[in-house]
């Protein structure tokens, strides 16, 4: 089975741009999430999607926002970038159950400039 | 809310050597679930080992094991026979169990170690 697909890998914006990732899960798993990784912060969780609803969300401003397309893609979004945006982002995908395990992709490099 | 602490930011250690991790975490819950993820240089997130909270038995997936300790709240994953390959960061993450089946607040991971493993 393919693992999880991130696009692009890299990316380089400037402040007040948007911003817009993309995560193709596992065949067959139906939940992605999104992280956030920085150096000060560490993994942060974003937000959950499960059959095109957002059913969990961390505590990021909504200039963060997300959204699940029927064949379970997802794509996230962030609006008037700032500085503090830079960072990795991950996504993972499981099938969906309460607790399942979360396999990651290889993320999206965000530079802000 | 959860927290999740690695204490050890670095460790370095000899090929073929066995080397143990440590993690102790915070959480009110009584259900939940644990794991070890590795980060190598490039950056995919790898999923090492998993535990139940409600299981004794530790778990173990070949080189490597954990010592769940549930009333002291530790989870350290021990690796033995260490090999190059196992140069990476390792989190660790905290997932609580969500009995509606409502899916769960995401994992809550530890800030990383950074494991060296010296030819």
């Known amino acids: 089975k393919a693992g999880v697909t991130q696009t692009p890998r890299y990316l380089i914006k400037t402040r007040g741009q948007q911003v817009t990732l993309s995560c193709s899960p596992i065949?067959?798993?139906?939940?992605v999430s999104w992280y956030q990784q920085t150096p000060g912060q560490g993994l942060q969780f974003l937000f959950e999607?499960?059959?095109?609803?957002?059913?969990n969300k961390g505590n990021f401003p909504g200039r963060f926002s997300g959204r699940q397309f029927s064949n379970s893609r997802s794509e996230m979004n962030v609006s008037t970038l700032e500085l503090g945006d830079s960072a990795l982002y991950l996504c993972?995908?499981?099938?969906?159950?309460?607790?399942?395990?979360?396999?990651f992709g290889p993320g999206t490099r965000l530079t802000v400039l | 809310a959860q927290t999740v602490t690695q204490s050890q930011p670095e460790m370095s250690v000899q090929e073929a050597e066995t080397v143990t991790l440590s993690c102790t975490y915070d959480?009110?819950?009584?259900?939940?679930?644990l794991f070890w993820y590795k980060q190598p240089p490039s950056r995919q997130m790898i999923l090492v080992i998993r535990?139940?909270?409600?299981?004794?038995q530790n778990a173990t997936e070949n080189r490597f094991s954990v010592n769940f300790q549930k009333a002291a709240k530790s989870f350290s994953l021990k690796i033995s026979d260490s090999q190059l390959g196992d140069t990476a960061m390792y989190f660790c993450?905290?997932?609580?169990?969500?009995?509606?089946?409502?899916?769960?607040?995401?994992?809550?991971f530890g800030k990383g170690t950074h494991l060296i493993i010296q030819p």
């Open positions: 993972a995908s499981s099938l969906g159950g309460a607790v399942d395990t979360q396999y």
């Open positions: 065949s067959g798993h139906r939940s």
């Open positions: 999607y499960f059959s095109e609803t957002q059913r």
């Open positions: 959480t009110s819950e009584n259900n939940y679930y």
């Open positions: 535990q139940e909270a409600y299981k004794q």
């Open positions: 993450a905290f997932m609580k169990h969500e009995k509606s089946g409502g899916g769960a607040d995401g994992l809550t």
